[in-house]
């Protein structure tokens, strides 16, 4: 059996979904916001650790105001009705990427949450809002740069690298998930993933669910982690 401490989900397809229904896009986000609440609270109890979403990246700034705007408005709309379930259920809340660029009521409804839920210790929902694998790794280097002209480091290997990273602390990402069909990564965590299995599905993000979650998970248990290893039962 698989170890699956953490999850990480690319929660892609709200505006295709939207455009079948036909709806606007915004309505395939909100759609994908319910879905993210059920996600969670299914992820808790299967006692997954961490589940990293990919809810908006440096790259979707280039989207209509309009898009953009209603994204920045999602945290709210997912904390104003789910925060009481969120500590119910003893759900951390967290968020790696880019702070500065995130408009300060967004940023200060996303702060309150992390506050509220600060004590919790069940699964951590950690937000990659704002986020870019390329930025962080890039921000992580220029932080080593100066630690070690300040003779704070002396030393710099995987590990210690990774401690730069806005995941430190948070276990190996075990899963990638990514609905919609897409086959790629678009800059999400490029170096957490080195060793992560990954599950492409079709549904599309709004119509995910507890059941298709399951499926991923059996796809994954299927899979033989050998970590750059040789796998002994392969003949050649
Ligand atoms: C990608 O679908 C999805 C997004 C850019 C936004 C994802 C955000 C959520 C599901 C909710 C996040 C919740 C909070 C609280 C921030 P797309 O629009 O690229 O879909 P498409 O590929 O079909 O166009």
């Known amino acids: 059996m698989n170890t699956l401490n953490h999850l990480a989900i690319i929660m892609d397809g709200n505006g295709r979904w939207a455009k079948l229904n036909k709806l606007p896009r915004t309505a395939g986000h909100y759609k994908g916001v319910e879905v993210?609440?059920?996600?969670?609270?299914?992820?808790?109890?299967?006692?997954?650790?961490?589940?990293?979403?990919?809810?908006?990246?440096?790259?979707?700034?280039?989207?209509?105001?309009?898009?953009?705007?209603?994204?920045?408005?999602?945290?709210?709309?997912?904390?104003?009705?789910?925060?009481?379930?969120?500590?119910?259920?003893?759900?951390?809340?967290?968020?790696?990427?880019?702070?500065?660029?995130?408009?300060?009521?967004?940023?200060?409804?996303?702060?309150?949450?992390?506050d509220t839920t600060k004590n919790n210790t069940g699964l951590i929902l950690n937000f990659a809002f704002n986020y870019g694998a390329r930025d962080e790794i890039v921000k992580a280097a220029k932080k080593y740069a100066e630690d070690y002209k300040n003779g704070i480091v002396n030393d710099l290997d995987e590990e210690s690298f990774s401690n730069y990273l806005y995941t430190a602390g948070l276990p190996e990402v075990d899963l990638l998930i990514r609905t919609g069909s897409e086959m790629r990564l678009s800059n999400f965590l490029l170096y957490q993933l080195a060793y992560s299995e990954f599950v492409v599905v079709d549904t599309l993000w709004p119509d995910f669910s507890n059941e298709v979650l399951d499926e991923c998970i059996a796809e994954y248990q299927s899979r033989k982690r050998n970590f750059g290893g040789r796998d002994e039962t392969k003949s050649n």
């Open 36 to 114: 993210l609440r059920s996600i969670t609270i299914y992820a808790n109890k299967l006692g997954i650790k961490c589940l990293t979403v990919y809810a908006f990246s440096t790259e979707n700034w280039k989207r209509s105001a309009e898009e953009v705007n209603y994204i920045m408005s999602l945290p709210k709309i997912f904390f104003s009705s789910y925060i009481k379930e969120l500590m119910e259920n003893n759900v951390k809340v967290m968020i790696i990427g880019d702070r500065d660029k995130i408009p300060a009521e967004t940023m200060k409804v996303i702060d309150d949450a992390i």
